[in-house]
């Protein structure tokens, strides 16, 4: 797991919002519409690789090995992107990573999308919501 050099792909933000509308109402499956699944995708189309391809989940077995192997999916991301340093809330830009915990105490990765950040949740399936809906301790990561 290092870092690679970063660079965001041309469109990327336009394939970002093409990519999040279609999943917006879709069941949370795991693998699929997981938050990391989500991320990883996001990723994928922001930069045109996947920084994670270890960090699959098939079930909540899967994560919470990878949460004890490899840590909070916010630290994995940021050491394998290079980041260090996070924003605030009010701060946050479409490409960004947003990442906080559920009411079940159990860490989250959302996707920026400007105003509105793509979530998901076993319970909600995939959603948009404000972003000012997310509690202010969420923290931030900005991929330069």
Excluded at 14 to 27: K, R
Excluded at 84 to 105: C, K, M, P, S, T
Aim: overall charge positive; proline content about 6%.
């Amino acid at each position: 797991m290092g870092c690679f050099t970063v660079k965001r792909l041309r469109n990327w933000d336009v394939e970002l919002h093409q990519w999040a509308a279609p999943l917006i109402g879709m069941s949370f499956a795991w693998g699929d519409t997981d938050c990391i699944s989500l991320a990883r995708q996001a990723l994928t189309i922001i930069y045109g690789r996947d920084p994670l391809p270890f960090y699959r989940m098939r079930g909540p077995l899967d994560a919470a090995k990878a949460f004890k192997a490899f840590g909070h999916p916010r630290d994995v991301i940021a050491h394998a992107l290079g980041v260090v340093g996070f924003h605030v809330r009010n701060e946050a830009r479409a490409g960004d990573f947003l990442f906080g915990e559920e009411a079940n105490r159990l860490p989250t990765t959302m996707v920026g999308l400007g105003r509105s950040i793509l979530h998901t949740t076993p319970e909600m399936g995939v959603g948009l919501v404000s972003l000012f809906s997310c509690p202010e301790n969420v923290q931030v990561l900005r991929i330069p």
